[in-house]
């Protein structure tokens, strides 16, 4: 348990990483995996109040109120360590951009990106020392309008168009969020296969054992989905 996070429940993150605890929390995370319930990981808000963070930044930053503009703020405190209380799953797509996205800075969000925005055994096992070590109480499933990766896909599955070098490999990752907008038949099919993959997503994670199903099952992590609209910036939840 990090008593400095806990003792300073309710102030801003940025006033909260201070800590010789997490540091050292951090440095012992192989360790940790292995001998301590995931569940003592502790941060200083709830998942509840993670997912009312991510709305209220996402709001500043499509009303163009943005705070955070200044990087350097904070430092030298973030070199002691890290506490990011929330994780996203984000497409590699060069205009989505989580910590602008949702108006934070360094040190606030932990970020897995990959083309599609899916979850591999990689990043499962980088969320789960997102949240396991780190303290991240939420774990938000981004997708995007205009995803080349779902479109891709869409072709693949529907035209049976060959793509080249490695590209395969995320449009086979990509296949169930696909296959199953297509049957839905929708008017829209790369928006519904965009919401589609970010709820496949969202279940497997929630089910990802031990470490993650099991953080969820106890209250202290939970797993949401959202889709980022490139035009307008703002995130729907789905
Ligand atoms: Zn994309």
């Known amino acids: 348990m990090c008593a400095v996070c806990d003792s300073n429940f309710g102030l801003s993150r940025r006033a909260v ?6 540091v050292a929390a951090a440095a012992m995370a192989p360790a940790l995996l292995g001998t301590v319930s995931p569940a003592a990981a502790q941060t200083p808000v709830s998942p509840a109040e993670a997912s009312q963070r991510l709305a209220d930044g996402n709001a500043r930053y499509v009303g163009g109120a ?7 703020v904070g430092r030298a405190e973030r070199a002691l360590g890290q506490t990011p209380y ?15 996205i949702f108006d934070e800075g360094p040190g606030d969000l932990f970020v897995v990106r990959i083309a599609g925005n899916f979850v591999n055994e990689a990043g499962l096992a980088s969320l789960e020392f997102g949240s396991a070590v780190l303290g ?14 779902i479109e891709a896909t869409i072709d693949v599955v529907q035209n049976g168009t060959e793509l080249p070098g490695h590209l395969p490999s995320l449009a086979t990752a990509l296949r169930p969020g696909v296959e199953r907008a297509i049957a839905e038949k929708p008017a829209d099919l790369l928006a519904a296969a965009t919401a589609e993959n970010v709820r496949v997503n969202v279940a497997y994670l929630k089910t990802a054992k ?3 199903a099991d953080l969820v099952a106890s209250g202290k992590l939970d797993i949401v989905g959202g889709v980022y609209d490139i035009a307008t910036g703002k995130v729907t939840m789905v």
């Open 17 to 22: 990483l201070t800590g010789v605890t997490c």
């Open 66 to 72: 943005s705070r955070n503009t200044d990087y350097s």
């Open 86 to 100: 929330a994780s996203i799953v984000s497409c590699a797509d060069s205009r989505v951009a989580p910590e602008l």
């Open 136 to 149: 991240s109480r939420l774990i938000m499933v981004l997708g995007h309008t205009a995803c080349g990766a």
């Open 210 to 212: 031990p470490i993650i």
